[in-house]
C-alpha cells in the first residue's frame, strides 16, 4: 500500500517537472501525440496482419474519433509502472525510477493510464500478462480510483476522460506486443512470454473495451 502511494507521488513529480527548465524542450513534440500514436500502431498492424483481431481497428478508430480535445503537457517518463521501479528490500520504500528510454515530453495522463493499466483487480480472468503486478492485485491494495484521485490532486490535472487514457494504455500495448506473438507465429522466437501472447493479446483488447465503458 505504501509503495503504491510513493509511486502514485512520484509520477505525479515527473509530469510536473519543470521540463523547460530543465532543458528538455527537445525531449520530444507534444502536439498531436495521441492522435500520432494510434495511427501509427493502427498503420503498423495493418500493414503486418498476424490474426484476426478485429479490436484493434474498432478501439483504434473509437480512440481516434473520441481524441481529447486539450491534454496536458509534462515529462512523460513513457514506461512507468511498479516493475520499472527499485525499491528497498527492508521497507516499502521506492528508491529509484528506471527505464527511461522511452521518457519524452507529452500528456502525463498516458503515464498515468499506463501505471494504473496493470495496477489492482483486472477486468479479465486470467487478466493478460497475469504474472505483471500481481503482487497490487492483493485485496487490501489502493484501488486505481483511489491512485488516480491522489494523482490529480497533486498535479492539479483532472481526470474527468481517465476512461479513455485506460482504453488507450491496453490498446497500445495490445497492437505492440501483437508484432511479438508474430515472431513466434513465423518460428523466429519460441519463449513462454511469445507463447503466452496468444492469449494475452486478445485479453488485454477486452481490457481495453471494458475501459472505454469507464469498467477499470
Partial sequence: NALGLQLTDQ??????????????????????????????????????????LPLIETLGQWLLEH??????????????HLDNTL??????DLLAVIDWEM???????????????????RRVEPPG?????????TRSAPSRRELARRWSATTGIPID????????????????VEGAYGLFVEGK????????LEYDV????LEATAAAEGDW
Fill in 189 to 196: 522466437v519460441d519463449t513462454p512470454y511469445a507463447r503466452g
Fill in 87 to 92: 525499491c528497498s528490500a527492508e521497507s516499502p
Fill in 202 to 205: 486478445p485479453a488485454l483488447l
Fill in 11 to 52: 509520477l505525479a513529480a515527473i509530469a510536473k517537472a519543470p521540463w523547460r527548465e530543465l532543458g528538455l524542450a527537445d525531449l520530444g513534440n507534444p502536439d498531436r501525440v495521441l492522435q500520432r500514436q494510434i495511427e501509427r500502431w493502427l498503420e503498423v498492424r495493418r500493414a503486418t496482419p498476424i490474426r484476426e
Fill in 129 to 137: 500478462f497475469a504474472h505483471v503486478q500481481a503482487v497490487t492485485r
Fill in 161 to 176: 476522460n481517465l476512461d479513455y487514457y485506460m482504453c488507450f494504455a491496453f490498446w497500445r500495448l495490445a497492437a505492440i
Fill in 67 to 80: 481524441l481529447p480535445q486539450e491534454a496536458p503537457v509534462g515529462v512523460v517518463h513513457g514506461d512507468y
Fill in 103 to 121: 521518457a519524452s515530453i507529452g500528456d502525463p495522463l498516458t503515464d498515468l493510464g499506463l501505471f494504473l493499466m496493470f495496477w489492482g483487480p
